[in-house]
């Protein structure tokens, strides 16, 4: 089985329970919903943009699954995102059929990460960000927009679940 892609990161600093990163632009695409849980999100996103990444779009192209998927749950809107694969930039790309889907890159972000295994719902997704949350306080590092959550793995697989929780932060290198 070939390998999923992942989309790539630089570790800048290491601390106990988190890491400090460095992403590079990347290519998205995002459905966004007025679910505010993991549950709701989870399944009806997932469907949406595996649908246009088998097929549904106007090239009836398949792309290959990368990981992680991103959700950024919220009280107002989520949304959940799929990462393209690096071959992939917002101009070669097929345009979705599904017009709920938007392609756009990302910019440039330095983010804290925690990360936690087995499988993710609401209450360990709240955990992780409380966790991190006051681990940047004490670290005196400043963070902005929404705690998200990344998810590494297939529903069906059971063992080595990777689940992370990561939000912006300001920082000078």
Known sequence: MAKTETQPYQVIKKEKDFEIRKYPPATMATVSMDARSY??????????????????????????????????INENKSSMSFVMPSQYT?????????????????????VAAIQFGGYADDEKIKKYATQLELDLKENGIEYFGNFRFLGYNAPYQVLDRK????VAIHWKE
Request: net charge neutral; proline share 5%; glycine share 6%.
């Open 39 to 72: 549950k709701e999100l989870s399944s009806t996103g997932f469907r949406k943009l595996a649908s246009f990444i088998f097929g549904g779009n106007q090239s009836k192209k398949g792309i290959a699954m990368t990981s992680p998927v991103h959700m950024d």
């Open 163 to 166: 689940n992370e929780i990561i």
């Open 90 to 110: 917002k101009d070669n790309l097929p345009k979705p059929d599904n017009t709920d889907i938007k392609i756009q890159t990302t910019a440039e972000e330095y």
